[in-house]
């Protein structure tokens, strides 16, 4: 079934259409999210992250309008699980500086609560400079989403999209030294 039609029933008052919708895109939730704890500690693992995300979703009554907003409230719901995580593991830590994120188009090899809350510091302040690309950065790289399935949801063409990420990636990078 057509996710765009279930998200459209949900909004519409249907309490069992963004479970279906959920349901029939988990697979590909648990993949990005496998992707994004790669190496990570045990504590936090891909099914506890997406159904986490699920929760705080359907708790929040967000009624994703299409494809890109489910995907878009997803990605923002797994980061904040993600520096939450990151915060807490940190604080057990005693805390330490922060440190330099690379984005090199992939998620990071493996999970590191200070580069993740550097990210989140960083695309703060990019989301209040251009929330564009911090919307861009966050469905490539917390939804694992790529150019070929960012384009239409974002309504531009990879080639833009790639000129966007580099200048996301470069004032990331800036915000962070």
Request: aromatic share 6%.
């Amino acid at each position: 079934m057509d996710i765009t039609l279930l998200l459209d029933r949900a909004r519409a008052g249907d309490g069992e259409s963004l479970s279906r919708a959920y349901g029939l895109l988990y697979d590909e939730m648990r993949k990005i999210a496998r992707g994004l704890l790669r190496g990570g500690e045990a504590t936090l693992t891909p099914t506890v992250l997406v159904n986490e995300a699920y929760l705080r979703l359907n708790g929040a009554k967000l009624s994703p309008e299409n494809r890109k907003h489910f995907f878009a409230t997803s990605a923002q719901a797994m980061r904040w699980i993600v520096m939450d995580h990151a915060k807490r593991s940190r604080a057990a830590r005693h805390g330490g500086g922060l440190v330099r994120v690379e984005l090199d188009g992939d998620f990071p090899a493996e999970f590191d609560a200070g580069r993740m809350l550097a990210l989140d510091a960083a695309l703060e302040r990019l989301g209040r400079i251009d929330p564009a690309r911090r919307e861009l950065v966050e469905l490539r790289f917390f939804a694992g989403l790529d150019y070929a399935e960012l384009a239409p949801l974002l309504g531009r063409s990879e080639r833009t999209l790639k000129r966007e990420w580099a200048a996301a990636r470069a004032a990331l990078q800036a915000m962070m030294e």
